[in-house]
């Protein structure tokens, strides 16, 4: 927080996911009609850290544990995915097709390569930076928050972020080893 002058991942997709649900506890979409090219903006800057539209961010990733993670991080990825179905959402209500199909895009390339390239052993793991390894990061250790974008979009209606098998062992494995 107060010595960083970047968003944090996890907090700008927890603002857009709580944009859709605000919208949703509405009695009318004055607040989206409102607020979207603002929620659109923060969704855009999620999608340039992601960088090659894998819908796996990989660039520094600076989050509310204050300290940037490097490399493929599985519970802010995760976030970014569920981040993404809310945008894609508000983006049709509002719409705007071409961003919803963008967005629409990127998740699918992200739900797919968080399993193949992140899911191993039976929770989601993150994968260390080979030039940061000296940054803060859980690693293949079996991180707390790695469903949190699936309870988030469980949350607001939204499809499933992670498969359910694949969510179902993390949540086994939390359990066992933590």
């Not at 979409?29 to 903006?41: E, Y």
């Amino acid at each position: 927080g107060e010595f960083n002058d970047i968003p944090a991942i996890d907090a700008q997709a927890g603002t857009i996911l709580r944009a859709l649900r605000e919208h949703q506890i509405s009695r009318d979409g004055a607040f989206l009609k409102a607020n979207w090219p603002r929620i659109r903006k923060a969704t855009e800057w999620l999608i340039k850290k992601d960088g090659d539209g894998d819908g796996l961010i990989e660039s520094n990733q600076h989050n509310t544990l204050d300290t940037d993670w490097f490399g493929p991080v599985a519970w802010l990825s995760g976030l970014y995915l569920a981040a993404l179905l809310a945008a894609e959402a508000m983006a049709n209500e509002t719409d705007d097709k071409e961003f919803a199909v963008r967005c629409r895009e990127i998740f699918t390339a992200g739900q797919k390569n968080l399993v193949t390239r992140l899911f191993d052993d039976g929770y989601f793991v993150n994968k260390v930076n080979d030039k940061h390894l000296d940054a803060i990061n859980s690693g293949t250790g079996c991180e707390v928050d790695q469903v949190m974008g699936q309870s988030w979009a469980f949350q607001v209606g939204l499809p499933r972020v992670l498969p359910e098998t694949e969510t179902r062992a993390a949540l086994r494995s939390l359990w066992r080893y933590n």
